[in-house]
């Protein structure tokens, strides 16, 4: 079956959302030191376990379950955008500069 066109923008927005807020999850695994071996992979998996529990409620609230096609294409979807989580995590002044500068980019192609 796969996953709704509605559900896909859904997940899409959360990671978003997460990777904006990337910082505060930081700041949350680094609570957790020394009993976690790496703050960024840690807030990474903070930040993929809310993504997935989004997703769950999402259908949840749908009063449906996600099948196991749902689930890979979910897998796929946070393989995809885990490399821009992960710069989120390490980097994230560099990622709010390029935000600015692609914003900057597209008024100028637009005029």
């Known amino acids: 079956m796969g996953i709704s066109k509605e559900n896909k923008d859904f997940i899409d927005s959360l990671i978003d959302y997460y990777i904006s807020e990337s910082?505060?999850?930081?700041?949350?695994?680094?609570?957790?030191?020394?009993?976690?071996e790496s703050v960024p992979d840690?807030?990474?998996?903070?930040?993929?376990?809310c993504v997935y529990s989004g997703f769950l409620q999402a259908y949840q609230n749908q009063q449906q379950t996600p099948?196991?096609?749902?689930?890979?294409?979910?897998?796929?979807?946070?393989k995809e955008r885990a490399p821009l989580i992960k710069k989120s995590i390490?980097?994230?002044?560099?990622?709010?500069?390029?935000?600015?500068?692609?914003?900057?980019i597209k008024k100028d192609v637009e005029g």
């Open 23 to 36: 910082e505060s999850y930081r700041q949350i695994a680094e609570n957790f030191v020394p009993e976690v």
């Open 42 to 49: 840690t807030a990474f998996g903070i930040i993929t376990g």
């Open 67 to 78: 099948g196991l096609d749902d689930m890979r294409e979910f897998n796929q979807i946070i």
């Open 90 to 104: 390490l980097e994230p002044k560099v990622l709010e500069i390029e935000e600015v500068t692609k914003e900057e």
